[in-house]
């Protein structure tokens, strides 16, 4: 059982289409970071969330921590091609401690 | 300008063999760690060093030894390699220990053990 359970596994959309991909734990997390990752390469950070409730925009994507720090979402709005790729949340119990990944959802956005 | 490297890119081995990887950051941060991801995508921490100390080391078999010979360089060893031991192996780095710890990653190794 994992930590961090992630939802869809898999997605696949037309381009133009919007998306949510979830990250659910039953586990209070001092912080939680979204990453994506593309073939072949290494995951590459894109958002830290720290504080309850907090929401957080990098251009058409926004990311939310749940009030309660056990759950965050990422919604991407009117995907691109360039959209696709392997989302992993990954999260601190405590400050500077290890970070447990999630699954990941791979995201398949079609022109 | 890489920030986190590993050497080399792939490796494909016969079972038994030991085999080293390499990885290096060059952006002035106090923390290391090696990941294992599987087949399945699902990424695993290995092992942390912090300022060249092991600060965390998961179940890992102790045919795996890692090596920090200074903060900016740690190293994953592994002993008469498995088949279960093929997976994507990363290198990733974070200022220290403290703090939402964002981590930087090397572009991964592939391990193939035939």
């Known amino acids: 059982t994992q930590l961090l359970e992630q939802s869809p596994q898999f997605l696949s959309i037309q381009e133009g289409e919007n998306l949510t991909v979830y990250c659910n734990s039953s586990?209070?997390?001092?912080?939680l970071q979204w990453y994506r990752q593309e073939p072949g390469e290494g995951p590459v950070l894109l958002v830290t969330?720290?504080?309850?409730?907090e929401v957080k925009k990098l251009k058409r994507l926004t990311f939310q921590f749940g009030d309660a720090r056990k759950d965050s979402s990422l919604h991407i709005t009117a995907a691109q091609p360039g959209d696709t790729g392997l989302y992993l949340c990954?999260?601190?119990?405590?400050?500077?401690?290890?970070?447990?990944f999630g699954g990941g959802t791979r995201v398949l956005v079609k022109p | 300008d890489t920030a986190v490297s590993q050497t080399p890119k792939y490796l494909v081995t016969q079972m038994g063999n030991d085999k080293s990887i390499k990885c290096e950051q060059n952006?002035?941060?106090?923390?290391m760690y090696w990941y294992k991801q599987d087949s399945k995508k699902f990424l695993k921490i290995m092992f942390s060093?912090?300022?060249?100390?092991?600060?965390i080391n998961e179940t890992v078999p102790n045919r795996f030894s890692p090596k920090s010979p200074d903060k900016a360089h740690l190293n994953l060893h592994i002993n008469s390699l498995e088949l279960g031991d093929s997976a994507v192996y990363f290198c990733?780095?974070?200022?220290?220990?403290?703090?939402?710890?964002?981590?930087?990653f090397g572009p991964g190794t592939r391990l193939t053990v035939l």
């Open positions: 990954a999260g601190a119990r405590a400050a500077g401690n290890k970070l447990t």
């Open positions: 060093y912090n300022n060249k100390e092991l600060i």
């Open positions: 969330v720290v504080t309850g409730g």
């Open positions: 586990s209070v997390f001092s912080s």
């Open positions: 990733a780095s974070s200022r220290g220990t403290g703090g939402p710890n964002e981590q930087f």
């Open positions: 952006l002035g941060h106090d923390t």
